[in-house]
T-cell receptor
């Protein structure tokens, strides 16, 4: 079965410093992986997605993630945090099996705080 | 370009009442989904639909009913609301069952 583990429930960084949000996945086949962001009292917004075309995926707002099959990881990074990046981030794997509809399996989320 | 909308955005209802949450998308996406988001549980799938008139259960379907007579609409009904159904409900749609696009959510309180 597919699963995803976000290794930190809360990450705090200073504005202008790098961001690293860690995610490990478990999948019995080549997975589709996503990062979503949720700002307070808002819906979820797709940041980026990996679907095997390239291992380094660039997303919106300067975020990127690298798919590492050997480490079963899909960590999210950004070189320089901005105050507006403060939100909750979800790592997601697609439950895509031979007979499935491709449902999404969500991690528990990582809350990112950005200090001035 | 409305995208995906949910109504109402906020709802307070009493235990035992029936309540329907609406979801509408303008993209003609095939797939639509309903999730609930609760502290400590993250997002959990309630029901999903691969096309009009095709629906299937997700992880937590008990107490909920869905229908999809038109591609663009996917209402979620709580037949007899319980306090445990107090939550934030998100609707999502997807063109191919891959990445999903979420609505703004409905905050439901059952008293």
């Amino acid at each position: 079965a597919q699963s995803v583990t976000q290794l930190d429930s809360h990450v705090s960084v200073s504005e202008g410093t790098p961001v690293l949000l860690r995610c490990n996945y478990s999948s019995s086949y080549s997975p589709s992986l996503f990062w979503y962001v949720q700002h307070p009292n808002k819906g979820l917004q797709l940041l980026l997605k990996y679907t095997s075309a390239t291992t380094l995926v660039k997303g919106i707002n300067g975020f990127e993630a690298e798919f590492k099959k050997s480490e079963t990881s899909f960590h999210l990074t950004k070189p320089s945090a901005h105050m507006s990046d403060a939100a909750e981030y979800f790592c997601v794997v697609s439950d895509r099996d031979g007979g499935s509809q491709g449902n999404l399996i969500f991690g528990k989320g990582t809350k990112l705080s950005v200090k001035p | 370009d409305a995208g995906i909308t949910q109504s109402p955005r906020y709802k307070i209802t009493e235990t035992g009442r029936q309540v329907t949450l609406m979801c509408h998308q303008t993209w003609s996406h095939s797939y639509m989904f309903w999730y609930r988001q609760d502290l400590g549980h993250g997002l959990r799938l309630i029901y999903y639909s691969a096309a009009a008139d095709i629906t299937d259960k997700g992880e937590v379907p008990d107490g909920y009913v869905v229908s999809r007579s038109k591609t663009e609409n996917f209402p979620l009904t709580l037949e007899s609301a319980t306090r445990s159904q107090t939550s934030v409900y998100f609707c999502a749609s997807s063109p191919q069952g891959s990445e999903q696009y979420f609505g703004p959510g409905t905050r439901l309180t059952v008293t």
